[in-house]
């Protein structure tokens, strides 16, 4: 039976040069497919994979040619995920501050709802 689709491309890609690039590909092709299942409310989980896991490959193995792209692309995960640290401590701050304030619509946003008086 012939290959056809995806794993005919990745057969012609695993004979080509790209060897090394393809290996890695499918290495964290796994990755790849949580993310897009995952979508926008796992993207700033997977940022932290890719920094965690890419940090050597990107700042501390010796230069190679594309190590300024796998560079960049750490580089823009930290910079998302700090971000979205941020902008969740301030949420998270805002929210327990003026919780009480806002009545029935913090009560519609909170998860559990406390008992006593605010």
């Given at each position: 039976?012939?290959?056809?689709?995806?794993?005919?491309?990745?057969?012609?890609?695993?004979?080509?040069?790209?060897?090394?690039?393809?290996?890695?590909?499918?290495?964290?092709?796994?990755?790849?497919?949580?993310?897009?299942?995952?979508?926008?409310?796992?993207?700033?989980?997977?940022?932290?994979?890719?920094?965690?896991?890419?940090?050597?490959?990107?700042f501390v193995k010796p230069a190679?040619?594309?190590?300024?792209q796998i560079k960049t692309y750490?580089?823009?995960?930290?910079?998302?995920?700090?971000?979205?640290?941020?902008?969740?401590?301030?949420?998270?701050?805002i929210f327990q501050h003026f919780?009480?304030?806002?009545?029935?619509?913090?009560?519609?946003?909170?998860?559990?709802?406390?008992?006593?008086?605010?």
């Amino acid at each position: 039976m012939p290959f056809t689709g995806k794993r005919m491309l990745v057969i012609s890609l695993l004979q080509s040069h790209f060897r090394p690039q393809i290996y890695l590909f499918l290495r964290i092709s796994p990755w790849f497919a949580f993310g897009v299942k995952g979508g926008f409310a796992f993207l700033p989980f997977l940022w932290l994979v890719n920094v965690v896991w890419f940090f050597k490959e990107a700042f501390v193995k010796p230069a190679y040619t594309e190590q300024p792209q796998i560079k960049t692309y750490v580089k823009r995960s930290a910079l998302g995920l700090l971000l979205w640290v941020a902008v969740l401590t301030t949420w998270i701050s805002i929210f327990q501050h003026f919780r009480a304030q806002w009545g029935e619509v913090a009560d519609y946003l909170s998860f559990t709802i406390p008992l006593g008086m605010p």
